[in-house]
């Protein structure tokens, strides 16, 4: 792997709470930045989607081992551990960060991302967007539009579609994850993981 693929990484927080609100991006989003000062200004920064079960009253339930993570630069690294031991009000619910854990990001040959955002609220017109995104990129791969997506927020709506790559090259699969695609980032926007059934390229 190349040292400027190891530039990015994850680092995984586990928290401890119930539930969040079901539109929690925004205000997960304010949270961290209240804590990690430098968060909100730093272009590369992006905020994984919490993982949860959806209620039909509001609210997104969270596991056992539920977790908060921010992709960051490697040098930010020391920075973001300091949200250990610290409490998150997120919009009436409240988390307890535990530990954090860095993980390198990995080559896989299919990605996936919940939400990418283009500005482009037709499905035809975001491919599109996408398709020149990846031709500037020069990266070359398979792409499949998922479900229409929105996130609400104080005074603002993002609409986008879930998205999945594959057929990708382990240099490539690599630099979408540093790079993501579209807007908003720090919403959980165009962030790439690996499919679930994807295979590591070169892992064997």
Known sequence: MSERAQDVVDVAFSVAGVSLPE??????????????????????????????????????LLPRRAKVVLRLHRQRVADALSLSGR????????????????????????????????GCEQEEAFLDGVRARLDALATRCALVCGRRRRLQGPGRE??????MLYDLTAEHALLLQRVGLGADRKLGCGIFVPHRLAAAVGSE
């Open 23 to 60: 539109n929690y991006a925004f205000f997960l989003m304010s949270a961290l930045a209240k804590n990690l000062p430098w968060l909100e200004s730093d272009p590369d920064a992006g905020i994984h989607p919490v993982r949860g079960a959806p209620t039909t009253y509001g609210v997104m």
């Open 87 to 118: 409490l998150l009000e997120i919009g009436g619910s409240v988390l307890n960060v535990g530990a954090g854990a860095v993980r390198a990001l990995r080559p896989y040959g299919a990605l996936y991302a919940r939400l990418v955002a283009t």
């Open 158 to 163: 993002i609409v986008g579609f879930s998205l």
